[in-house]
């Protein structure tokens, strides 16, 4: 479409650097979408097809069934840990949000009390770090284990989120709060009314990264969850599709190893959420990461 | 790739004016009548950061205990010194772990690190706006996949039983396992690395290189310069203080491969290969019960670690870079 106009002083492209580059873009897209692309095709194709292809289906022709999707939601174990991941995702996603969000405005206001103790002890926790056995021993300690809380708190507060929230906050002109605080608007009003409004992109961006970082964690669960019945999805997946193994212990659930195309449509599933939210974040990238980046 | 400065910002600086700083002087209660709201939002975010963050960083006192779970406790148990770091220097494991770290490191720096560089100079050089965010959206992609979903694509692609054993064997050739194979193991972590991150840490490429002003260029073409000369003496010039900045924040960064990559693939391809640092900490730590032993391994890694990031910092500001930090 909108082809950026070449300045005058530019010289035209040669065919041959055009067609390398060419030839590059279409190489790049495909490492990326092929894979994904013959992993969707197998989740859709029958049993038959990929038992005669002997693998991963590459040509359509074969025809498109559900019939992956539908044996795999009569699979209790998938079934669930689906609904786990989600709610983990929600709940963690609106908890972190918020306390960020929160706090990054509380770190926006320079020469308030306690402002450097509490900006230090988050910018520390870009240099140091408690280390897992640490972390493993006193979440253990405190009685998280088997608890979805063993899987949030931890995660909570990502310190890069914060400082992210916190730059673009402080890039908000001075005057607006001036103005507001004279209308006689506390900083609940003030954050809430204006700096929130004004922040959608960047909050955007946030939110897309805390719900991805709690959709694709299983190393928690996988430390504090003894009970499988409660596994999110992502450590559901580690166990049937990368060690091909069936749960530990299904806690009383039937736990059938699935076929191949049963395991590419788990594939599909955890990769589904990041396809459908990603293009509405994705215009907001360059906003929100380079701010954080470069201004932080 | 988290290049955040916590240097006070320009923003912050200019806020400064006489009348914050005569606010600043006010008494400390009166201070805290004005900021109490304050205090209050940073409160949930404090609690959580202080209570799994800074509170599990003093329990790295067990590394210099002789820790009982169950008998002990942290509270319980005899100081040991560091018995457990003598230990540490003597095992084989754990030095095999160190070297397979600083290998894989040395190799990704040559081999990842100009990766999104040359990424980011095709995606600006694409005339077609459309084109170009295109592309963006297919390469940002992959970075936002789990590492067990990264490993159960490249696993149905190049493993024993993956699309690419299956085509070779249908035209009559042996298949190939890279998952499982010792040897090409540091090409596989690599390939996979490239594979999710490369993409998105273009980003910070593309945006210095869209802050170099277009005139440059247009001088320099009037004055005779190529393509070529022009990439050269101002396009690579332009973005060198992103490119030493984050060259330098990734040596600083040396001891961290990750984690999930290497626990998640080191059941198939064995300790000999895929052993790091982190996953020492892991099976030496939790999976055999020894957490004092562990915690004292991944307390190793953590003070080496941040002694190199302070040493990184220091250097990028003697090259005259803005660094991750600097005094505020």
Known sequence: MSSRNRPAWEEKPSAAGLAAKGASIVVIALLI??????????????????????GLVI?????VTFEAYEQMFRNPVVLRSLVVSLGITAVGTFISVVVSILGAYSLSRPGSFGHKTILFSVLLMFVIFPGLIPVYLWVSAIGLRDNYLAIILPMAVSAFNVVVLRAFFMSIPQELFDSA?????????VLWQIVAPLSKAVIAVVTLFYAVAYWNNWFNAFLYLDDTGKWPLALVLRTYVVESAPLPQASGLQDAPPTLAVKMAIVMIAIIPALIIYPFVQKHFKKGVIIGAVKG | MSTVTDKESPVEQAGDSPKRKAKAKAHWRERLRRDWPLLLMAAPMMILVWGFWWIPTLGNVVAFQDYKPFTGGIFGSRLVGFTHFQVLFADSEFLRAMVNTLSITA???????????????????????????????????????????????????????GLLSQILRSNGFEGVDWMTDPDTFILLVTSQAIWKEAGFGAIIFLAALAAIDPNQYEAAAVDGAGRWRRLWHITLPGIRPVIVLLL?????????????????????????????????????????????????????????????????????????????????
């Open chain 1, 33 to 54: 979408l092929f894979p994904l692309y013959t992993i969707a095709l197998t989740s859709l194709s029958s049993g038959d097809t990929v038992n005669r292809v002997g």
């Open chain 1, 59 to 63: 040509w359509p022709g074969d025809g």
């Open chain 1, 181 to 189: 605080r004279i209308d006689g608007a506390g900083e609940f009003r």
């Open chain 2, 107 to 161: 190799f990704q720096l040559v081999f990842y690190f100009p990766v999104p560089i040359a990424l980011a100079l095709l995606m600006h050089s694409i005339a077609s706006e459309r084109l170009r965010a295109m592309l963006q959206s297919v390469v940002y992609l992959p970075y936002f996949f789990s590492w067990v979903l990264v490993i159960a694509i490249f696993q149905q692609m190049l493993g024993g039983a």
């Open chain 2, 248 to 328: 330098i924040l990734r040596l600083g960064d040396a001891l961290n491969v990750g984690f999930e990559q290497f626990f998640l693939q080191r059941s198939a391809v064995g300790s000999q290969a895929s052993e790091v640092f982190d996953t020492f900490v892991y099976y030496s730590g939790i999976r055999t019960g020894d957490f004092d032993y562990g915690a004292a391994a991944g307390l190793f890694k953590g003070v080496v670690g941040l002694v190199l990031i302070l040493a990184a910092n220091k250097f990028a500001h003697m090259l005259g870079e803005r660094g991750v930090y600097s005094k505020s």
